[in-house]
């Protein structure tokens, strides 16, 4: 066989080789963060406790602990589509201070299967929650979180 065609099948390889290798690679790395996702809540849950942010609410500075709140639900978000896996790998955290005011803390899961939270909470009401466990179908957690269920 000629030289110029051992050189030619030794690049085919080579670059078959390469192909197969960034397919294993790519591959890998969307298995982890799909480990990630299917452990994303208790992730959340546990980056949770310890979490804060500061927000102004009504004029005046509030900080948010997030040890300090009840959560109330984990509710996965459709609203933001990651373009980098055209997949949603977002969170919202529902939780109530001590006060009884009720925020909603953003997590996502970038492609790098790493946990990111936003450190500003987002305003949240119990009409918001109620609406969003309807949706849901979280019937069963608006009861055992007392709030408003009424006979149609």
């Known amino acids: 066989m000629p030289i110029k065609a051992k050189l030619f099948l030794l690049a085919v390889f080579i670059g078959l080789a390469c192909v197969v290798a960034t397919l294993y690679e790519s591959h890998q790395k969307q298995v982890k963060v799909d480990a990630a996702v299917s452990r994303a809540p208790a992730l959340i849950k546990e980056d949770f406790l310890r979490w804060s942010g500061i927000s102004s609410v009504d004029g005046e500075a509030l900080q948010w602990i997030g040890a300090d709140s009840e959560i109330l639900y984990v509710q996965r978000d459709y609203s933001g589509l990651n373009f980098e896996?055209?997949?949603?790998?977002?969170?919202?955290v529902w939780a109530k201070t001590p006060a009884g005011r009720i925020y909603k803390v953003h997590y996502w899961i970038d492609g790098d299967a790493t946990l990111h939270s936003k450190s500003q909470p987002m305003p949240g009401s119990q009409a918001s929650l109620?609406?969003?466990l309807v949706k849901e179908g979280q019937v069963d957690l608006i009861r055992k979180l007392g709030l408003p269920l009424k006979a149609g």
């Open 130 to 132: 109620v609406d969003v």
């Open 85 to 92: 896996s055209m997949s949603f790998r977002n969170w919202l």
